[in-house]
């Protein structure tokens, strides 16, 4: 027997950074929106624990223990008392170390493929607590659609979303390290007081309207200037998305993949196509948010 969990990708419409806390984290403002590029991960059961990864950069994904999808099942057996004897396959159409949350998506799917596989019968709550050990973005890959994220991101509260917003993704030749980007972030706040973290009370209407323009002039990502001093290529990137006609253009989450807003499904494709010819990004990719979180197919 094995069940399958599909487990969609996410751009940070904000992401508002405090400055870092004694234990080496950051409180966050985060607005996550669920966006349908989606990873698949699939649990049979095994004599042991064993992580197969198949589709685009598949060769960057770790394959041992330190893998969330390893992790989840890990947590979740050691919680119910029993071995974490499967197979998981990874496979992968998020951008691996691309800001989309692409490992979290993973450690999300799962947990809960593991805990359908296992009649576990565990509840939301227990779930969203193992995601919040996993790591930040994991709770919210669970959840999906629109959610404030407080504390470091784990801290979840829904958000109403009034219609779709249709996006384009641009994936940058390399990748960029979560942490390195943070650490960059603390090097280039150095000696000037950091703002507490506080959701933008305009861009949440913008959310809850479905206003693409409204939500173009609200969106802020703190740590894009950290991601454009280590990855400066990523500029000219987000210069072709706004040549291109895109009303807004971000670095997503931590970076290298860039984000462009577009006003409609047309606007994107044509966005899309400007973004190809650019020579500014290797990949480019369009999809639409919001889209439920992590689902059993």
């Known amino acids: 027997m094995s069940v399958t969990v599909r487990v969609p990708a996410k751009v940070n419409v904000q992401l508002a950074v405090g400055a870092a806390r004694p234990d080496g984290y950051h409180d966050l403002a985060n607005v996550f929106l669920a966006v349908g590029l989606y990873d698949e991960v699939t649990v049979t059961a095994a004599d042991g624990l064993r992580v197969t990864c198949a589709g685009p950069d598949a060769e960057q994904v770790p394959l041992d223990r330190t893998n969330l999808a390893a992790r989840a099942a890990l947590l979740l057996a050691e919680r119910y008392g029993r071995d974490a004897d499967v197979h998981l396959h990874i496979a992968k159409d998020i951008p691996v170390a691309g800001g989309m949350a692409g490992g979290s998506a993973d450690g999300a799917g799962a947990l809960l493929a593991c805990d359908a ?12 607590d193992i995601c919040a050990e996993l790591g930040s973005d994991v709770p919210f890959s669970l959840v999906g659609g629109a959610a404030l994220g407080t504390g470091r991101g784990e801290r979840l509260t829904e958000l109403e979303v009034g219609g779709a917003f249709h996006w384009v993704f641009a994936m940058a030749s390399r990748g960029l390290s979560t942490p390195a980007v943070f650490r960059e972030f603390d090097r280039l706040g150095e000696g000037r007081e950091i703002p507490e973290p506080v959701a933008s009370r305009e861009l949440l209407d913008a959310l809850a309207k479905g206003d693409a323009d409204a939500l173009a002039a609200t969106v802020s990502n703190d740590l894009q ?28 989450g931590s970076g290298p993949t860039t984000a462009f807003l577009a006003r409609d499904a047309e606007a994107a494709e044509e966005i899309a196509g400007a973004l190809r010819a650019s020579g500014t ?9 919001p889209v439920p979180g992590a689902t059993v197919v």
């Open 117 to 128: 596989l296992w009649g576990t019968g565990a509840s939301r709550e227990e779930l969203l």
């Open 225 to 252: 200037p950290a991601a454009l001093s280590l990855f400066p290529e990523l500029a000219d990137t987000l210069a072709a998305g706004r040549a291109a006609g895109a009303p807004v253009s971000l670095v997503s």
């Open 281 to 289: 990004c290797r990949t480019v990719r369009t999809a639409a948010g």
